[in-house]
């Protein structure tokens, strides 16, 4: 082997190496929520739901009679001491009371005709850089109505209505529910978000596989849709993509990649399709890549399914071929003088197995 060609493979190597070693490391944002779903029948009659989640994870809900906390998991509860649980129900009851209060007085006030529904999130967001933001944001009937900016602790207008108008002001007078929101989201949300991260690490953590079908359809003779159907999954960040004799399809009207959708145990799915000519000799492989594969990619070409496990061994060996590279070029330009004809040997027989 001619050593510029050496040269391009070991960049070759080092630059799917690099790309691998970025996805293993994704670390992104933790987000803590609260949901909550006041449906205002009379004024007389709220009814409350509620519901806790650190990411995707549900936490806990609120008793819709009694407004007590139900956790979901023993980790969350020991995530706090029992006095810390006993204040953050007894501040939640203090708030979803006054916020019934306010709502139902300035829709009293401006005769907003019942029954209406306000909905509320709420919670912190803590960033890689461990900078941390609240956030709160009421929607009136499905639409966006006031947030909550927790820079300057002050609430402004996302419609322009009588109704958001008014309850605006009232805020406004109000400081008592401005403090307490600034207490529970600006305060205590990233002190326990930080104390939940530690105790429910293994649920954070959680990484299951993907399970990859492919298959095609065939809606006319003149088409074939190949399915690449992804299921099982998690955590929900993955990426999916086509291979046309090894090269990544790019965005277009013949490829078609659905939301990613939850199933019922807290694993993820997702489906691709990509419409090609039947017969068209070009050969055809889903790629997969997620956290749970670590630096590897799952490839799944259609039609051939003997090929799925050779395919899968090689993107390991192109994992460790590309440390074995990036140790060799260390070594290879430290000894260049001594060993030149070993290195070039070894690398050549590192190509022969990719
Ligand atoms: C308010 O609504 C509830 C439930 O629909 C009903 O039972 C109650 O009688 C109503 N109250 C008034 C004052 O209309
Ligand atoms: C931290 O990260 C967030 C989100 O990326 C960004 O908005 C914020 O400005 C960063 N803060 C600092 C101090 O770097
Ligand atoms: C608070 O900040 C938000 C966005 O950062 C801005 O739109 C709003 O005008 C600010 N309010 C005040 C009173 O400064
Ligand atoms: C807010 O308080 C001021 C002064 O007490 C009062 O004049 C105003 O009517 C109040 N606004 C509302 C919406 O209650
Ligand atoms: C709460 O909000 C203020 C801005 O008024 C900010 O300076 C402070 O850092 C926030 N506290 C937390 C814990 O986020």
Known sequence: MQPPRCCCLLLLLLYLFLLSGTWATLEGTVTLRLLHTSTFQNTSFVETEGLGLLEDIELGSLDKHTWSIHLYHPWVRQALPRMDWDTIENMLKIYLQQFSHLINEGAMQRDVPYPFVVQCMAGCELYPNRTSRAFVYVAYNGQDFLSFDSDNNTWTLSQD?????????????????????????NESCVNDMERLLSSGRAALERQELPVVTVFARTPSPQQLLLVCHVTAFYPRPISVAWLRDGQEVPPGPQLSTGPVLP??????????????????????????????LGTRSLLVPWGNSQLLLI????????????????LLLAVWRRRKHQRVEESESRNSTLSKEA
């Open 263 to 292: 199933n019922a145990d807290l694993t993820y799915q997702l489906r691709s399709v990509l419409a090609v000519a039947p017969q068209d000799g070009h050969s055809y492989a889903c790629r997969v890549r997620h956290r749970s």
């Open 161 to 185: 209505t009588d109704l958001s108008r008014y309850v605006l002001a009232l805020l406004k007078n109000y400081t008592a529910l401005s403090e307490l929101v600034e207490v529970i989201f």
């Open 311 to 326: 395919t899968a061994l090689l993107a390991g060996l192109l994992g460790a071929a590309a440390v074995a590279a990036l």
